[in-house]
């Protein structure tokens, strides 16, 4: 094989990916099903802890301090399995009670170790409550548990531990036929050989299995630590995203109630400006039809032409909302349409600029503002005997002014009718567009409507 060509790995990538996401999946379902996560700690502990009470039943195990079989013997295999019973009912309220577990576990180990001169599995019984208590509780409330529990377990080898568990690990996988070379019974170190010496804690073995024990301890702490911090970190990914959604509805909810007072708007413009004039018409029809039948009949004409244009109004609005703006021409012309159609409802309005060259949107700002400031006119100053209306379009801006001579629309007898949607319409928009709106009556008679809208990029433009 060339020395350059890169070795392959011993576990291909796609064996690695699905190892991977075989542990996700795991930790995925462990974390989605806490009883289950439960079961299999304190079933496993339990049953880690009675393999462990019947490892004491080998006479290569039990040798060196009591007869096999004795009665002794059995009581260190019977306090070894109790033990391990209680741990794992300890185990089971590991999450509801994290440090009555810790607490418990741990004095089981003192307990074990007093009485056998061996831990058995209580010791990891004390690492998986302690992993409990640093998963469920803050650190700063974790930690001087640990610690106890670690001071205690630590103590309680040092002093009272007699049987090396490395070494029974290792001696088992290297037994010697036939019985053991010394007969069953307490002897001293210097009676010891063989294998019977190797199961013998010295002091240094006794240093080892305590500074064992306590990283074992610090190791539930971490990983404890790194579930809490990974479950906070879900925690807070899940309040974003439902934030998120909160936030999403409440958009849409805006942009409903946004379209909704565009609707409200049009329709009012479309419907409130042609039936004003569709009632002038009809009220001007019934007062001449008695001496001119042909003038009563011209006036229905133009009342039903109203109607028309007020359907044709209303499609176009409901159609064109969601779609692209209406063409700014025929805008211009349905502003010369309507203003007619105020002139033949009897409005005397004098008009110049109306057909200027508009953007769209300002075009269509543009004729609903006039319709508007018309409506009002001819429903709150109907004796009025001079309307002026003027449109005019300068570099950056498109400027409307209606003035009348009527009453002012503030006073009782002219505001009879009114909803109070009219101007609040023309000053929304124009302020969508950017644009500002002056109303209020004039000092000598009348009332005065002004309005500028700002045509979209004539802002900063450069003079060439």
């Not at 109203?306 to 064109?320: E, F, I, P």
């Not at 508009?358 to 700002?365: D, F, H, I, Y």
């Not at 609040?424 to 109303?439: D, M, N, P, Q, S």
Request: positive net charge; contains cysteine.
């Amino acid at each position: 094989m060339s020395p350059d060509r890169p070795r392959a790995s011993a576990w291909p990538a796609s064996a690695r990916g699905r190892l991977r996401s075989g542990i996700e999946r795991a930790r995925q379902t462990l974390a989605e099903r806490p009883d289950l996560a439960d079961r299999l700690v304190w079933r496993g502990y339990l049953a880690v802890a009675l393999v462990t009470a019947a490892t004491y039943l080998l006479p290569s195990v039990i040798w060196y301090t009591y007869p096999p079989g004795s009665r002794s013997a059995l009581g260190v295999v019977g306090i070894t399995a109790v033990t391990g019973v209680l741990g794992a009912l300890a185990l089971r309220g590991r999450r509801r009670h994290p440090v009555r577990t810790v607490v418990v576990t741990a004095l089981l180990a003192v307990l074990t170790i007093a009485v056998t001169g061996a831990p058995g599995a209580t010791v990891l019984g004390t690492a998986l409550a302690v992993h409990a208590l640093a998963a469920t509780w803050p650190p700063v409330r974790t930690w001087p548990a640990v610690l106890g529990s670690i001071l205690a377990v630590g103590a309680s080898m040092l002093a009272w531990l007699s049987l090396d568990v490395w070494d029974v690990v290792l001696g088992l996988s290297r037994l010697p036929e036939g019985p053991p070379d010394h007969p069953p019974g307490a002897r001293s170190p210097e009676e010891w050989s063989g294998l019977g010496r190797a199961l013998l804690a010295g002091i240094d073995s006794r240093v080892f299995e305590a500074t064992f024990s306590a990283l074992l301890l610090l190791t539930a702490v971490v990983a404890g630590l790194s579930v809490r911090s990974r479950r906070q970190r879900d925690f807070a990914a899940q309040a974003q995203a439902q934030a998120r959604v909160r936030e999403h509805r409440q958009d849409l909810l805006m942009a409903r109630t946004a379209e909704r007072t565009t609707v409200a708007r049009e329709v009012h413009d479309v419907v409130a400006h042609s039936i004003s004039v569709m009632v002038a018409l009809a009220d001007g029809a019934a007062a001449v039809a008695p001496r001119s039948p042909e003038q009563a009949r011209e006036a229905m004409r133009e009342v039903s032409a109203t109607g028309r244009s007020a359907l044709a109004d209303m499609k176009r609005v409901l159609a064109a909302l969601h779609e692209t703006a209406p063409d700014p021409r025929e805008e211009t012309a349905d502003l010369v349409a309507m203003v007619d159609r105020f002139r033949a409802a009897g409005l005397p309005v004098a008009a110049t600029g109306l057909d200027v060259d508009l953007p769209g949107p300002v075009a269509l700002a543009v004729r609903r503002i006039v319709g508007e400031a018309l409506t009002n006119v001819l429903r709150h100053a109907p004796a009025a005997r001079r309307v002026e209306l003027e449109v005019v379009r300068t570099p950056d801006a498109v400027t409307i002014e209606v003035l009348d001579d009527g009453p002012h629309a503030g006073s009782s007898a002219a505001s009879t009718h009114g909803s109070g949607r009219g101007l609040v319409g023309i000053r929304e928009r124009a302020a969508v567009l950017g644009g500002t709106c002056h109303a209020g009556p004039r000092p000598e008679r009348g009332w005065r409507v002004a309005v500028a809208l700002p045509v979209e990029g004539a802002r900063g433009r450069e003079p060439r």
